[in-house]
Every structure is written in structure tokens, then in C-alpha cells.
């Protein structure tokens, strides 16, 4: 679970039924503006999750939450701007 003043993230891990799913997860965004009743047909990875909450954050972004390819969660999080962020740029390697 992820939150702030401004949302609640609350992604789901678990598989149930015999659909598997791979790297895709459920999350339930709850925000105290904007639209009610949500829903996205986008297919999102566990990055689309990390590259947005780094851009709420303003933080540089890890691993491959920096890859074009990544998309925002920006049609649920209404308030997330697509910007440039440099990569992470510390000692540390994240594999």
C-alpha cells in the first residue's frame, strides 16, 4: 500500500483462478479528487506503478521505471505529469 494527502494505492499480488497474468497486477487507486468510478482498460506493469509515484514524488526513477516503454497510471492519477527525470545517479546498482 502506497499513500499520501493526496491518494492510496493499494496494488493486489495474488492469482486467483486460472488465468495467469504475468508481471500485470490489480490496483485499486483512491484519490480525494477528481472523477469517482474510475476504471482503466490500460494494461499496466509493476514499473507504470513505480515510474508514477516517482513522478508524484519527484524522484529519480529506479531500474526500469526510466524505459520509454513505461507508461504512467496518469489516467487514474489524474495529477501526474509525464517530465524528464535524470536516472538514479548514486553508488548503489539496483539489478
Request: proline share 5%; aromatic share 12%.
Amino acid at each position: 500500500m502506497v499513500t499520501s494527502p493526496e491518494f492510496l494505492a493499494l496494488p493486489f499480488y495474488e492469482l486467483f483462478g486460472t488465468r495467469i497474468n504475468v508481471n500485470q497486477i490489480l490496483t485499486i487507486v483512491d484519490t480525494n479528487h477528481g472523477t469517482r468510478g474510475e476504471k482503466s482498460d490500460q494494461l499496466y506493469t509493476h514499473f507504470s506503478l513505480l515510474k508514477t509515484l516517482e513522478g508524484a514524488f519527484q524522484l529519480p526513477c529506479l531500474n526500469h521505471a526510466c524505459d520509454e516503454n513505461v507508461k504512467t497510471m496518469s489516467d487514474l492519477f489524474w495529477i501526474i505529469k509525464e517530465y524528464e527525470r535524470p536516472p538514479l545517479t548514486s553508488g548503489w546498482a539496483f539489478l
